[in-house]
Structures are given as C-alpha cells and as structure tokens.
C-alpha cells in the first residue's frame, strides 16, 4: 500500500479509516441499533459508495489518456506555439529498465535560429507572384537574347546617356590593364537590323511596394532599368585610364544608328569601381542630386563574368579636357580663392574683375562633403597630399606624390558642369574608399570650406541613414549580391555613418554654418 501524497487523498484516507471499523462493529456486534448508530452508519455507506464511483471513473479516464497521450499532447503544443515549427521536435519516450516506456510529460520543441531580416526596410518583401511568364523561342539562325529589354516607347523617352572627359576612339592596349574580349553570348545582338527581343523575366532593379523610395525620382528608376535590363546593341572603347568600356543599349529609334545619341549609352567601368554605385545612392539620399544614374550589371559578354558599374552617359556635359577631365580649368590655389569670393552666392553677380567661374559657391561645399564622406580624392587632392596613398593609387602610379611641395599649382580634375546649366557641377568617375582608417582621412578635402547644406547634414544627424542606404540599396539586385547581401552592405554603411560622426564634430569644432542650398 502506497502512502497518498496530495492532501484531497489525506482526508479520504482519514475518514475512511474512521469510517470502516465503526460499520463493522455496527453490524457485527450485539449492541441494539439504534437511530444514532443507524444515521452514522447510513453516512459512512453513502461516503464509501461515492469513493468507489470516484476511483472507478478515474482508472477510466487514465486508460483513454493513455491510448490518446502522444496525440493530444502535441494538439496543445501545436495551439500553444502556432508559428512554431514542430517537425521531428517531439522526444522519444525514455525506457524503463523493465522493457516498458514512459510516457513523457513535457513536449520538447526544437527552436529554429532566428533569420536575420532587414529592419524596417519599405518594400522590400517581395510578394507572391503566380503570373507565369511566357518564354518566346528563338527564330532559326537567330541568336537567343536572354536579357531582358525596354518596352519601345519606354525607351525612347530615355535620356542620352553620361560623363564627358573620355574622348573617342582610343586604344585601350596601352593603358597598362588586361584588355576586355567581347565574348558572343546572351545579351547581345549578333548583328543585322533585325534582333529578337529577349524573353520576359524579371527586372535587376526590384521593388515591390507601390513607389520606389521618395529620394529616387522617376527618372532615376527608369534610367536604372535602362541600364540593368536593356539588351546591348554594341560596345566601343573610349579613351579613360581606368580602361571602361561605352555600351551602345537597344531602346532608341528604330532603324537608328547604333551610336550614343540616337541610342541610349552606359559607360561599363571595371569590377573595382563598384563603389560608383553607392555614391549614386548615397548622393540622392543626402539631397545633393549632383552623380549620375548607376547601377551594377553582370557582364555576360565579358570574359570573366564579374558584376561591373555601368554609369548613364549623358551627352548634355560640357566637353572636357583631355589631361585633367574637366570643363573648367582650376588649380588648388585659384580654387581657394574662389572659396573667398563666393561666387553667385545670394544671386549677386561677381564683378568682372573676379576670378569668379559660373559654378555656384554651394557646389564647393557639396562636393567637399560627399567627396569626404567617400575619400574621393581624384578632383581637390590629385596628387594625394592630404594622406598617406597606397601603392596601388593613381597618384603614386602616376608619380604626382613629390608634387606636394607646391599644391598651389596642382590642377583640380573631374570638374565637370552642363552645357545648359554652367552654375550646377556633375558629379563623375565618384569611386570611394572604405578601407582607409580614420587616422589616414583626407582632411584636405575640407580645406577653406565655410559652409555646408543643411539638407546632408540633417540626413548625416538624424538616425535614418543607415535604413535609407538600405532601401535603396536593395533595389539594385546585382550590387547587393555582390557585396554579401545585407552583411556585406552593413560594413559599407558602418563606414559612412563613422564619417559623418567625423564630419559633424570638424563642423562644430570649425564653426562652420549649415544653410539651406536649394537654390
């Protein structure tokens, strides 16, 4: 006999045991029955039928508990946790050293690990989508075009396409890179005036809300979807240090011919300057509208295959010298001075006498502050006099290191304006460094800067960088691949958010004001 152990089992025990003695001697002795011992008698028979009704209903229910155990166990799991996945995550019943099982009491559910998601980025969930798309077959003696293309009358709105200072025709052989070899392949054109449009499929800039985040204007998708999805009619080389490459895309007029102007045009730049891509994005997310439309695309009829920046060319720039790719000749020295005059500032025009240019002052201070931001060093510090270059950088490749014992006479490159708009500059060739540590930051760039846009510097303050770089950068398929996924894009914006802590302290630490540039 087992002691009982919860105390409703205490008190049927005590009374039972009170209970039982006194019916038997009622019965079985010779006292006369009396209307006492009757009642006492009667209580006790009624007690002790009520407990064989109670243990009799229990041994019932402990035999359907156990035919239905497992089953109703894991039905109140499965109410418990809903969202949580219960495959296989149910543990064996542990054995008993007689050969028979014990039923478990806790159901053991097996977590999975929490997948990292972007936090908070606006249309970025892509939805379900059960539109079959169809597939057109290939003509006979026609070649298969995989990309995919414009419709006609979207690509013809498209703007010429982008960033003077390459002239035409030139040998790339002698640049000192591993030329390019133009491999036939999917995406381009065999040739002839008849091509076959490229099968449907989706686009490598992707957005799956109703809009495109308010920084990108329409122009800008559609002339990213210009670059990434438009099939490439022809490619020529032009004249660059940096070997890239002029892509000639299908979308102009029929029967056109097949050269930047009546064609839309994409300047293809090596693996290496991927960071152009981030500078379009960081520059539109800053409000400064000054870089070009870019986007990552793999190059299929490249020998390697490798994502590559490919940059909008836009014939409306101002023709550009060949030495320092620039429609405005300056030096560092007359730079400077023009910081001092500031030209066109509150609509008053310089007196003739003035070294003024017709570039805005505010477009100093824009340019100084993304150029900061991405340590672009090719246009205010061509010979590398504000930090400590690596051997691989244009400047010791080129020998202008030496040169900074007069930085006065150091010409400024990549100043680039439009022919129908001299106040305003055109942001080119923005590659980025992300490597160099803050010890070894170009503070030069700064130099003789008084004043800053107050609509980047906001964006630099406020704590929605970091989520706007996101979504934007998100929309461009190819480039987020390519660095990593959201992983290798977070260290990309841990570097920038840095950089402008760095900036807005040498703001304050200057007294430099911060005023509207919307002019």
Request: charged residues 25%; proline residues 7%.
């Amino acid at each position: 006999m087992t002691c009982p152990d919860k105390p409703g089992q205490l008190i049927n025990w005590f009374i039972c045991s009170l209970c039982v003695p006194r019916v038997r001697k009622l019965w079985s002795s010779r006292r006369p029955r009396t209307r006492r011992n009757l009642l006492l008698g009667t209580a006790c028979a009624i007690y002790l039928g009520f407990l064989v009704s109670q243990v009799g209903r229990a041994s019932l229910q402990h035999g359907h508990a156990a035919e239905k155990g497992p089953h109703r166990s894991r039905d109140t799991a499965e109410a418990s946790f809903p969202e949580i996945p219960l495959d296989g995550t149910l543990a064996p019943p542990e054995s008993q050293g007689n050969g028979s099982t014990l039923q478990p009491n806790v159901v053991y559910i097996t977590l999975r690990s929490k997948r990292s998601k972007p936090a908070n980025i606006r249309g970025t969930v892509k939805p379900k989508r059960r539109k079959k798309h169809a597939v057109a077959s290939a003509a006979p003696g026609q070649e298969a075009l995989v990309g995919p293309s414009l419709q006609p009358q979207e690509a013809a709105r498209a703007a010429d396409a982008v960033a003077p200072g390459y002239a035409q025709g030139a040998n790339l052989a002698k640049m000192g890179e591993r030329p390019w070899r133009l491999v036939r392949g999917p995406g381009v054109r065999a040739g002839g005036p008849d091509f076959l449009q490229p099968s449907s499929r989706e686009s490598n800039i992707r957005i799956y809300s109703e809009s495109a985040p308010s920084w990108l204007s329409k122009d800008d998708i559609r002339r990213m979807r210009l670059l990434a999805d438009s099939t490439v009619a022809g490619l020529r080389p032009v004249s660059s240090k940096s070997g890239a490459r002029l892509l000639v895309l299908e979308g102009g007029a029929p029967g056109a011919v097949l050269r930047c102007g009546p064609s839309p045009c994409g300047l293809l730049k090596q693996p290496l300057d991927m960071s152009e891509v981030f500078a379009f994005h960081l520059d539109r997310i800053l409000g400064l509208n000054r870089t070009l439309p870019s986007v990552s695309r793999k190059a299929e009829f490249i020998q390697d295959g490798r994502p590559c920046p490919i940059i909008l060319w836009d014939a409306s720039l101002s023709p550009a010298s060949n030495d320092t790719h620039s429609s405005v000749k300056l030096t560092w020295g007359t730079y400077q001075q023009l910081l001092k005059q500031k030209c066109w500032q509150n609509g008053r025009v310089p007196k003739p006498e003035s070294s003024c240019t017709e570039i805005h002052h505010h477009e100093w201070s824009k340019m100084a502050l993304f150029d900061f931001l991405l340590q672009i060093y090719n246009r205010l510090d061509t010979n590398c006099c504000g930090f400590r270059p690596r051997k691989e950088d244009a400047c010791v490749q080129n020998g202008l290191r030496p040169k900074c014992d007069n930085q006065g006479s150091a010409a400024l490159s990549h100043i680039i304006q439009r022919k129908h708009d001299p106040r305003h500059l055109v942001f080119i060739d923005n590659k980025g460094f992300f490597d160099r540590s803050e010890d070894n930051l170009n503070f030069k760039l700064l130099e003789g800067i008084k004043e800053f846009p107050a609509s980047a510097v906001s964006v630099l303050k406020s704590q929605h960088l970091r989520q706007k770089l996101l979504q934007s950068l998100f929309l461009d398929k190819v480039y987020w691949e390519s660095q990593g996924g959201r992983q290798g894009i977070e260290k990309l914006i841990d570097v920038i958010e840095h950089r402008a802590k760095i900036l807005i302290t040498y703001i304050n630490a200057h007294g430099a004001k911060v005023l509207p540039m919307n002019e």
